[in-house]
């Protein structure tokens, strides 16, 4: 297969849709890097189904016959930045014909090789995994003459890497296939979806005020977190799902457009008023430790004990309890075998039918690449079959369960009375975290001894007076 098969021709993709579509096509004039003539740049703003929407941009010298495609999104930032990891076994090829979206702000790594394709090099490309091995082989293959008359040691270095990636991308070595992008944008194809896929794990992370600036958007330091950093020391940060943490000292962004609430105030949206002025004083404590209906933020201090949740859904009314998922769950349903990672969707204030919804939605716009109209026959009626089977939960015509696991115990599904535990379709379990729980909410690496230290402080202050 040529890396030519491989790529994705993004001007034909343009002119193709350009002619029927009503979005318009601008050419301009650009200068051509290789041969200083003036060449074409063609344009089109368009949104590929179920997906994003993307520029697809491709060039043209008539002088000299260069080409240049890219894509790049224009949609909305991504909620979270996210990692990919995808473990390719010897001799699968069918794992390198994975199709691989790469956008302008994600890195590709292969650890075993100490190798990485940087933010700037094969920007926006749409490819597979073999075929962005293939054209980073050829790249840094271009200049191996002149690099072994100018440094011969390094040609030759470089020449068995070449050989080492090539035994990669014909799948005679096994390796690691990591994209990390914080936009969110990058993608890898998962065959099996909406089931898990064994090879590929996918995380979800805050981004930092750094990785926030870096994508041309507004970070700013909430004024309350700035107060509490300057009078209880560094803010220590370990996010929950499972793919970054860290004890630094780091500045935390607000995104552009973003509405701050006083705390707790998503208690007095309409929607939830029911569960805060309920009798039961867990219920609105928990409630409260949110600032905005949309988007949790968990507070206090780190449960010891994890929590399950397991909610038997009988009729149509179970659809409308409200559900606070935080971005800790894991979300299964097991009559349909579906199971959500921690990170999935984020944090979320919602209604059972609300979750469901989302989920469906969710999974059409990761994997559009399974549904689209150039999916296999087959992989898409897999897709419409478990699409329907969504529905079906909503339409209550059997019993199902829906299941928030929640290492962190931040997670909750209302009783249909006051009493949690008189309500015979609602069952929580408290459990131990195993270690590598603990390890993946970066618990170990943990160090609390500067607000240990405060709070010692405080309680000594108060005895006092």
Not at 268 to 294: C, D, N, Q, V
Request: charged letters at 25%; proline letters at 5%; glycine letters at 6%.
């Amino acid at each position: 297969m040529t890396e030519k098969e491989m790529m994705i021709d993004v001007g034909a993709a343009a002119e193709s849709v350009g002619t029927s579509s009503d979005a318009p096509l601008y050419a301009i004039e650009s200068l051509c890097m290789r041969c200083r003539e003036n060449g074409t740049t063609r344009f089109l703003l368009t949104k590929i189904p179920h997906f994003r929407e993307v520029v697809l941009m491709a060039f043209e010298c008539p002088h000299c016959s260069e080409r240049n495609n890219e894509i790049q999104f224009a949609g909305k930032l991504a909620p979270q930045g996210c990692t990919y990891t995808l473990n390719v076994p010897t001799g699968d090829k069918t794992v390198l014909n994975r199709q691989v979206v790469k956008s302008d702000s994600g890195t590709i790594k292969i650890p075993e090789l100490e190798f990485e394709v940087p933010p700037d090099a094969q920007r926006g490309t749409l490819s597979t995994v073999e075929g962005v091995l293939m054209r980073a082989a050829e790249e840094l293959a271009a200049l191996q003459e002149e690099r072994r008359r100018v440094d011969p040691k390094m040609a030759e270095a470089l020449d068995a890497f070449l050989v080492k990636l090539k035994e990669c991308s014909t799948g005679n070595q096994a390796f690691t296939f990591i994209i990390d992008d914080p936009s969110g944008n990058s993608f890898i194809e998962n065959p099996y979806a909406p089931s898990r896929d064994p090879l590929l794990s996918t995380h979800y992370y805050d981004r930092t005020s750094e990785q926030q600036e870096q994508l041309g958007f507004l970070s700013e330091k909430n004024g309350d977190e700035a107060s509490a950093a300057q009078t209880e020391g560094p803010v220590i940060v370990g996010t929950t799902n499972g793919n970054e943490h860290s004890t630094e000292e780091k500045q935390r962004y607000t995104p552009a457009g973003t509405t701050k609430l006083p705390h707790g105030s998503v208690g007095a949206e309409r929607a939830h008023r029911a569960i805060a002025e309920g009798s039961s004083a867990e219920i609105a404590a928990t409630l409260f430790k949110y600032s905005a209906p949309e988007e949790l933020k968990p507070g206090g201090s780190i449960p010891k004990k994890g929590k399950k949740i397991t909610l038997q859904v009988k009729s149509k009314r179970d659809l409308s309890r409200d559900v606070i998922k935080s971005d800790s769950a894991m979300v299964i349903v097991p009559e349909v075998e579906l199971e959500l990672s921690p990170g999935t969707l984020g944090g979320l204030v919602t209604t059972v039918e609300g979750l469901i919804c989302q989920i469906s939605e969710s999974l059409k716009r990761v994997h559009g690449f399974s549904i689209g109209d150039s999916a296999d026959p087959w992989r898409k009626n897999k897709w419409q079959d478990f699409d329907n089977h969504l529905k079906k939960l909503l339409e209550c015509e059997e019993e199902w369960s829906l299941v928030l696991d929640d290492a962190l115990a931040n997670s909750f599904i209302a009783p249909a009375t006051d009493d949690f535990e008189a309500d015979t379709q609602l069952i929580s379990e408290d459990y131990e975290r195993s270690w590598d729980q603990d390890e993946e909410l970066g618990l170990h690496d943990m160090d609390t001894t500067v607000a240990d230290v405060a709070y010692e402080k405080g309680d000594q202050a108060s005895a006092s007076t």
